[in-house]
């Protein structure tokens, strides 16, 4: 059988593990072969090849249900379900989502981007399938670095004290989530990887056993047990965290010996009550290059699949916001020790790695803890460290009640910068950055503030490290600067909620705030082009807004347009608006930004087109909203 006339995870049923191994090839040559053409999560899928073959055999997928964590490692489970003949659509417009999504698949149990959910839902069908009677087997797969999440710990432990509740997770141990695992966790988890006896008696107490006397093949139904109790007498740790918790544990399991993955997922689902099956895998296994660059080939761009090198840009770009940023922590940290930056598990995504390089001793990472991370930084705040906690703005929702509770009722002096802020592209609506102006601009005690550029970035971190009187945040893009010279010496913070001015014009007022400014600049020309001047202001701040530039030049003028890259509800331009209206100022104005729509994975530049946020179409609304006596198109 090939892969490709799989329609149904069904079919694996009674196939051999000869054949199995065959299609175990043939999804590594079509994961490659797609995520080599247009990039996407390499690594974890690799690993857990022959972890969903075994798993999907052992299951009856008309029924039972598998809740994969993150999505990252379901590309087999999307090639074995239905969607090998669309795979090569990956992560692109109207496409295969690069996540799990109820939507494209009956198979797809519980969407998911965040980690450390699947516990937690799986819990929840387990539960919600006992009260309605019904027989099904509920599976969650789980990396070990989303362990490092207290959700996944949470429902663990609601989980270990339900007896009756028969539920299998699935322990996918690669020793990695994004960055290194760190914590008490993977290192318990890494002793028992790499205890010489476990390790020892993984790779040769079958053939051992099979030289005794008159025994042979004979014990091979009983090898699995013998392996099993050899195991716990050689290291009476293994498994007995989670034992105390109520759960049955079993492993470690060779994740790449489809036999042996058979038959512990068969004999798990004989167990009443929660199971635990710990299986060690290899991120990236089968392609030599992601096994021995785990980091750098978890995700990937389009890359030549024989040398590993990411495919060639056809000209050199501006640095990233993510490195300018990491580049200009890394110079103040080396003449303040009290800066320490903090990372959830991002360290290359954030640049944070830059700073671990460079300074070890003031950097460090949480593992996938959102929430530990604000409040541990909020503790170093208390005692006069100035911590700068960087995280991408999808991630940061999870640690909501932390921002509120623990840093701005406090007035805590916390640096939130928010990498990947507004539209990010291929990965979908759970990694768009749209909310964070949202739901950071209602807290009492937070300053908000954008860039509109890279050297403005070098500033506002310059600003954000200074700023003592509170907490201050900073979101940026995802993606490359527009190539500005950078600050080499006299690096001097803002002035706390001041604007600037960029163009002045009589016609319309256009206030742009971070990633929209230079949009706001264009828009600003086109409009020219049709004998309409405009006004640009960079706001820089959103909280607090600079209402002394703004509102005389609204009432000026008497038109206004707000630029943003994030939701409109509550966003920068409910700022401005909020402002008018408070101050009397009765104008016109037209919010362009993010509407109340969730923003499907595609290139961001189609993204911003499917919502009307290019220049053009942006100078079109503004021509049709306020100047359609004169002009109504922009050709």
Same mark, same amino acid.
């Given at each position: 059988?090939h892969?490709?006339?799989?329609?149904?995870?069904?079919q694996?049923h009674?196939?051999?593990?000869?054949?199995?191994?065959?299609?175990?090839?043939?999804?590594?040559?079509?994961?490659?072969?797609?995520?080599?053409?247009?990039?996407?999560?390499?690594?974890?899928?690799?690993?857990?090849?022959?972890?969903t073959?075994?798993?999907?055999?052992?299951?009856?997928?008309?029924?039972?249900?598998?809740i994969?964590?993150?999505?990252?490692?379901?590309?087999?489970h999307?090639?074995?379900?239905?969607?090998?003949?669309?795979f090569?659509?990956?992560?692109?417009?109207?496409?295969?989502a690069?996540?799990?999504?109820?939507?494209?698949s009956?198979?797809?149990?519980?969407?998911a981007?965040?980690?450390?959910?699947?516990i937690?839902?799986a819990l929840?069908?387990?539960?919600?399938?006992?009260?309605?009677?019904?027989?099904?087997?509920?599976?969650a797969v789980?990396?070990?670095?989303a362990?490092?999440g207290?959700?996944?710990?949470e429902?663990?432990?609601?989980?270990?004290?339900?007896?009756?509740?028969n539920?299998?997770?699935?322990?996918?141990?690669n020793?990695?989530?994004?960055s290194?695992?760190?914590?008490?966790?993977?290192?318990?988890?890494?002793?028992?990887r790499?205890?010489?006896?476990?390790?020892?008696?993984?790779?040769?107490?079958?053939?051992?056993?099979k030289?005794?006397?008159?025994?042979?093949?004979?014990?091979?139904?009983e090898?699995?047990?013998?392996?099993?109790?050899?195991k716990?007498?050689?290291?009476?740790?293994?498994?007995?965290?989670?034992?105390?918790l109520?759960?049955?544990?079993?492993?470690?399991?060779?994740?790449?010996?489809?036999?042996?993955?058979?038959?512990?997922?068969?004999?798990?689902?004989?167990?009443t009550?929660?199971?635990?099956?710990?299986?060690a895998?290899?991120?990236?296994?089968?392609y030599?290059?992601?096994?021995?660059?785990?980091?750098?080939?978890?995700?990937?761009?389009p890359?030549?699949?024989?040398?590993?090198?990411?495919?060639?840009?056809?000209?050199?770009?501006?640095?990233?916001?993510?490195?300018?940023?990491?580049?200009?922590?890394?110079?103040?940290?080396?003449n303040?020790?009290k800066?320490?930056?903090?990372?959830?598990?991002?360290?290359?995504?954030?640049?944070?790695?830059?700073?671990q390089a460079?300074?070890?001793?003031?950097?460090i990472?949480?593992g996938?803890?959102?929430q530990?991370?604000?409040?541990?930084?909020?503790?170093?705040?208390?005692?006069?460290?100035?911590?700068?906690?960087?995280?991408?703005s999808?991630?940061?929702?999870?640690?909501?009640?932390?921002?509120?509770?623990?840093?701005?009722i406090?007035?805590?002096?916390?640096?939130f910068?928010l990498?990947?802020a507004?539209?990010?592209?291929?990965?979908?609506?759970?990694?768009?950055?749209?909310?964070?102006i949202?739901?950071?601009?209602?807290?009492?005690?937070?300053? /908000?503030?954008?860039? @509109?550029? $890279?050297?403005?970035l =070098?500033?506002?971190? !310059?600003?954000? #490290?200074? %700023?003592?009187?509170g907490?201050?945040?900073?979101?940026?893009?995802?993606?490359?600067?527009?190539?500005?010279p950078?600050?080499?010496?006299?690096?001097e913070p /803002?002035p706390?909620g @001041?604007? $600037?001015?960029?163009? =002045?014009?009589?016609? !319309?007022?256009? #206030?742009? %705030?971070?990633?929209?400014?230079?949009?706001?600049?264009?828009?600003?020309?086109?409009?020219?082009?049709h004998?309409?001047?405009?006004?640009?202001?960079?706001?820089?701040?959103?909280?607090?807004?600079?209402?002394?530039?703004?509102?005389?030049?609204?009432?000026?003028?008497?038109?206004?347009?707000?630029?943003?890259?994030?939701?409109?509800?509550?966003?920068?331009?409910?700022?401005?608006?909020?402002a008018?209206?408070?101050?009397?100022?009765?104008?016109p104005?037209?919010?362009i930004?993010?509407?109340?729509v969730?923003?499907?994975?595609?290139?961001?530049?189609?993204?911003?087109?499917?919502?009307?946020l290019?220049?053009?179409?942006i100078a079109?609304?503004?021509?049709?909203?306020?100047?359609?006596?004169?002009?109504?198109?922009?050709?």
């Amino acid at each position: 059988m090939h892969l490709s006339e799989i329609t149904h995870p069904n079919q694996l049923h009674g196939l051999s593990i000869r054949q199995l191994q065959q299609i175990a090839r043939q999804i590594r040559e079509k994961h490659l072969q797609t995520v080599a053409e247009s990039g996407g999560h390499l690594g974890p899928g690799l690993g857990v090849v022959e972890l969903t073959l075994a798993l999907y055999q052992t299951l009856d997928l008309d029924f039972d249900k598998v809740i994969w964590d993150v999505g990252h490692q379901a590309y087999p489970h999307k090639l074995l379900t239905g969607r090998y003949g669309r795979f090569h659509t990956l992560r692109q417009k109207d496409g295969i989502a690069g996540y799990l999504k109820r939507c494209e698949s009956k198979f797809d149990h519980f969407g998911a981007g965040h980690a450390s959910t699947s516990i937690s839902a799986a819990l929840g069908m387990a539960m919600a399938r006992d009260l309605n009677g019904e027989k099904f087997k509920v599976v969650a797969v789980i990396g070990d670095g989303a362990l490092t999440g207290g959700m996944a710990l949470e429902a663990i432990n609601h989980a270990g004290h339900l007896p009756k509740t028969n539920l299998l997770v699935v322990l996918n141990d690669n020793e990695m989530s994004i960055s290194p695992n760190v914590g008490a966790i993977s290192r318990h988890l890494n002793k028992m990887r790499l205890s010489p006896p476990v390790q020892f008696l993984s790779e040769n107490i079958q053939e051992q056993v099979k030289q005794l006397p008159f025994v042979g093949d004979s014990l091979s139904p009983e090898l699995g047990r013998i392996k099993e109790g050899m195991k716990r007498l050689a290291v009476p740790k293994v498994g007995a965290v989670f034992e105390e918790l109520g759960f049955t544990y079993m492993g470690p399991v060779d994740g790449h010996n489809l036999a042996e993955l058979i038959a512990t997922f068969e004999q798990a689902h004989q167990y009443t009550g929660p199971v635990l099956v710990h299986v060690a895998t290899v991120k990236g296994k089968g392609y030599e290059i992601a096994e021995n660059d785990k980091v750098g080939y978890h995700a990937q761009t389009p890359f030549n699949l024989t040398t590993g090198k990411a495919v060639p840009v056809s000209s050199p770009k501006p640095p990233g916001y993510s490195k300018v940023f990491a580049h200009a922590l890394v110079k103040l940290a080396e003449n303040n020790p009290k800066i320490i930056g903090i990372t959830a598990a991002m360290a290359t995504g954030t640049g944070l790695d830059k700073l671990q390089a460079k300074l070890p001793q003031q950097y460090i990472d949480v593992g996938i803890a959102e929430q530990h991370a604000v409040t541990l930084a909020a503790g170093l705040a208390c005692e006069g460290m100035r911590p700068v906690a960087a995280i991408y703005s999808t991630f940061l929702q999870r640690a909501y009640d932390q921002i509120s509770h623990d840093v701005c009722i406090q007035n805590l002096p916390v640096f939130f910068c928010l990498d990947r802020a507004g539209i990010v592209g291929q990965d979908g609506p759970t990694h768009q950055g749209m909310y964070d102006i949202a739901y950071l601009r209602c807290l009492p005690n937070m300053v /908000l503030m954008a860039p @509109k550029d $890279e050297a403005e970035l =070098q500033q506002m971190v !310059v600003t954000g #490290v200074n %700023y003592t009187d509170g907490p201050i945040a900073m979101r940026y893009p995802r993606g490359n600067g527009y190539g500005v010279p950078l600050m080499e010496e006299g690096w001097e913070p /803002l002035p706390i909620g @001041k604007g $600037e001015i960029l163009r =002045q014009g009589d016609d !319309v007022l256009l #206030v742009g %705030y971070g990633s929209m400014v230079y949009p706001a600049m264009q828009v600003a020309e086109i409009l020219s082009e049709h004998g309409i001047e405009a006004s640009v202001i960079n706001a820089r701040f959103a909280k607090p807004l600079d209402t002394e530039l703004i509102l005389p030049l609204a009432k000026e003028i008497g038109r206004v347009v707000t630029l943003e890259e994030g939701c409109l509800m509550g966003g920068f331009g409910s700022a401005v608006a909020e402002a008018l209206l408070d101050a009397n100022v009765v104008v016109p104005v037209r919010r362009i930004g993010v509407p109340d729509v969730l923003v499907d994975h595609a290139k961001p530049d189609q993204s911003k087109a499917a919502l009307g946020l290019t220049s053009p179409q942006i100078a079109e609304q503004v021509l049709q909203a306020f100047f359609s006596n004169q002009l109504s198109t922009v050709s």
